[in-house]
T-cell receptor, first 111, second 115 residues
Framework: DQQVKQNSPSLSVQEGRISILNCDYT??????FLWYKKYPAEGPTFLIS????KDKNEDGRFTVLNKSAKHLSLHIVPSQPGDSAVYFC???????????FGAGTILRVKS | NAGVTQTPKFQVLKTGQSMTLQCAQD?????MYWYRQDPGMGLRLIYY???????DKGEVPNGYNVSRLNKREFSLRLESAAPSQTSVYFC??????????????FGPGTRLTVL
C-alpha cells in the first residue's frame, strides 16, 4: 500500500515555462512534507519543505503548495535545463517520524 | 568537507555471498540511515541509528544487519545476498534526532547486483 504517490513518472517542460510536480498521500499522520532532488549517479539533496499548517512555501524559483486535502505540488518557475532531475516527495510524521519517499518524477527541461 | 561517503560504488555478488557496505560522514552528525532504491519505487528505509551505539529497524530490514561503529561510520551488512537485494543503496546522515525538520544529507550510493 503506497502511502505516497507521484502519479507522473516523467514530465517534459520547455525552458522558461512552469514545471508542476504533484504528490498525493494517504496517511493522515503526515504533518511535514519535503522535496528532494536527485541527479544521476548522485544522492538526493534536500530542496524545499512545508509543514501541514502552511499553504505555501517559497524559495527562489521553487514553491510548494499545500492547499488540497492530501495533495501538494512543487512549482518551478521559470524552469531551467539544470533543473532536469528526479524529484521525490517525502512526507514525514506518524510512527517513528521518518521520511516516506514517493517513487519520484523525472523532470526534463528542454532548451 | 567530503560530506557522506560510501564504498564501494559498484559491486556484483553471487547469491549467498556476503559483503559490507561502508558509510562515513564528516559533519559530526548524530543520526545515520541506510536506504535502498528500486526501479519505480522511492527510497525505503532499511535501518537507522539515532545516535552512536543505537540502531533501529526501518521499513525493510530483513536480510540486513548494521553496525554503528562510531559517530562517523555506519555499515550495512548482507550476510547471504539474494537477487531481491539487487538495488542502489544510499547512506544518509542528519544532525540530530531525525525528525522531519532535520535535513538528511545523502551519499552518492552503491549500486549492488546479486546474480
Amino acid at each position: 500500500d503506497q502511502q505516497v504517490k507521484q502519479n507522473s513518472p516523467s514530465l517534459s517542460v520547455q525552458e522558461g515555462r512552469i514545471s508542476i510536480l504533484n504528490c498525493d498521500y494517504t496517511n493522515s499522520m503526515f504533518d511535514y512534507f519535503l522535496w528532494y532532488k536527485k541527479y544521476p549517479a548522485e544522492g538526493p539533496t534536500f530542496l524545499i519543505s512545508i509543514s501541514s499548517i502552511k499553504d505555501k512555501n517559497e524559495d527562489g524559483r521553487f514553491t510548494v503548495l499545500n492547499k488540497s486535502a492530501k495533495h501538494l505540488s512543487l512549482h518551478i518557475v521559470p524552469s531551467q535545463p539544470g533543473d532536469s532531475a528526479v524529484y521525490f516527495c517525502a512526507p514525514a510524521g506518524g510512527y517513528g517520524n521518518k521520511l516516506v519517499f514517493g517513487a519520484g518524477t523525472i523532470l526534463r527541461v528542454k532548451s | 568537507n567530503a560530506g557522506v561517503t560510501q564504498t564501494p560504488k559498484f559491486q556484483v555478488l553471487k547469491t549467498g555471498q556476503s559483503m559490507t557496505l561502508q558509510c562515513a560522514q564528516d559533519m559530526n552528525h548524530n543520526s545515520m540511515y541506510w536506504y535502498r532504491q528500486d526501479p519505480g519505487m522511492g527510497l525505503r528505509l532499511i535501518y537507522y541509528s539515532a545516535s552512536e551505539g543505537t540502531t533501529d529497524k526501518g521499513e525493510v530490514p530483513n536480510g540486513y544487519n548494521v553496525s554503528r561503529l562510531n559517530k562517523r561510520e555506519f555499515s550495512l551488512r548482507l550476510e547471504s545476498a539474494a537477487p531481491s537485494q539487487t538495488s542502489v543503496y544510499f547512506c544518509a546522515s542528519s544532525e540530530s534526532s531525525g525528525g522531519p525538520t532535520d535535513t538528511q544529507y545523502f551519499g552518492p550510493g552503491t549500486r549492488l547486483t546479486v546474480l
